[in-house]
């Protein structure tokens, strides 16, 4: 058992607060599975803690995208900040490229912002409707969304402000969300009842298949290898000739996006150089956790 240090210098949570903790906890362990049917990666969702803070304190990194998500009807907003990197971590799992570290932070395309909707739509969005206590009401994904221009009530001084910790196999992200007062979440709901399983949606998962199978990839095709020391690379003069692994009668390697996927044989069509789809390469046995 772990002691945690407690700050008496700040109030008790409230009946909102620890409705809004138990809400939130229940959600992040429900994330946890359904990102485990979607993505290959193992994901695990944690909330951190509940606290109010005044809007004034607000402050979204540059780094990060914000999103609404609509709680029973658009007038009950709570908005999540999410880190980029976050999600084209996520997004590139999604599209089998493993990464072993965070990528590089840069701008999402068109169709990566609708393919990261998708998984928070079927992860963080759906463990929230199904872990929802209260009344039964819809809750979606609205998109993004600025936090400060999208608050409905401009006389509310505070705002709760739940921290979310994703861990993955290579690292740990946070994710805020931020949940205005006034709120469903606010009213005398019961506490415990069982959660409702909702509807599937089969025409979103239809639609975001057909975007990312227009998804642009690149293939390459692998002459061949050599291994070679530095003192002759440093050497080599035109007209030299290095003889590779490869052997005449064994098909090519074809790569997407860096990954080996295809055989293929070399020809040409017209004045282009062309390759006939010998056929694919297995997949390597996934190597699993020593402790599963």
């Known amino acids: 058992m772990t002691v945690q240090p407690y700050d008496f210098r700040q109030a008790s949570p409230g009946q909102t607060e620890r409705r809004l903790q138990g809400w939130l906890a229940r959600a992040a362990q429900r994330a946890s599975q359904l990102s485990a049917q979607i993505v290959n990666a193992e994901i695990t969702w944690k909330l951190e803690g509940v606290r109010q803070i005044p809007i004034s304190q607000l402050a979204v990194p540059n780094n990060a995208v914000t999103m609404a998500i609509a709680v029973a009807d658009a007038a009950n907003r709570i908005w999540l900040v999410i880190p980029r990197t976050l999600l084209l971590a996520l997004l590139e799992d999604f599209l089998g490229n493993s990464p072993n570290n965070w990528p590089a932070d840069r701008e999402l395309t068109e169709l990566e912002q609708t393919t990261s909707q998708f998984l928070l739509a079927q992860t963080l969005v759906l463990a929230l409707e199904q872990t929802w206590t ?128 295809l055989r293929l044989w070399p020809g040409t069509v017209g004045d282009h150089l062309a390759v006939l789809i010998d056929g694919l390469i297995p997949e390597p046995p996934t190597l699993r956790h020593q402790y599963d």
Not at 173 to 191: A, H, K, R, V
Not at 208 to 235: K, M, N, W, Y
Not at 237 to 249: E, M, S, T
Request: hydrophobic share 35%; glycine share 10%; aromatic share 4%.
């Open 134 to 261: 209260g009344e039964p009401c819809r809750i979606r994904l609205e998109g993004e969304a600025p936090v400060r221009a999208g608050h409905a009530r401009s006389d509310q001084q505070m705002v709760y402000l739940a921290l979310w910790q994703l861990h993955l196999p290579f690292g740990q992200e946070q994710m805020q969300c931020l949940i205005p007062p006034g709120g469903p979440w606010d009213q005398s709901n019961p506490l415990g009842a069982e959660y409702r399983q909702p509807d599937p949606s089969p025409a979103l998962r239809q639609q975001v298949a057909s975007l990312v199978q227009t998804f642009p990839v690149q293939l390459q095709v692998v002459l061949g290898d050599a291994e070679v020391t530095l003192r002759s690379i440093a050497e080599l003069q035109p007209g030299d000739v290095v003889v590779l692994r490869q052997k005449i009668g064994q098909p090519l390697e074809g790569r997407i996006d860096g990954v080996p996927k």
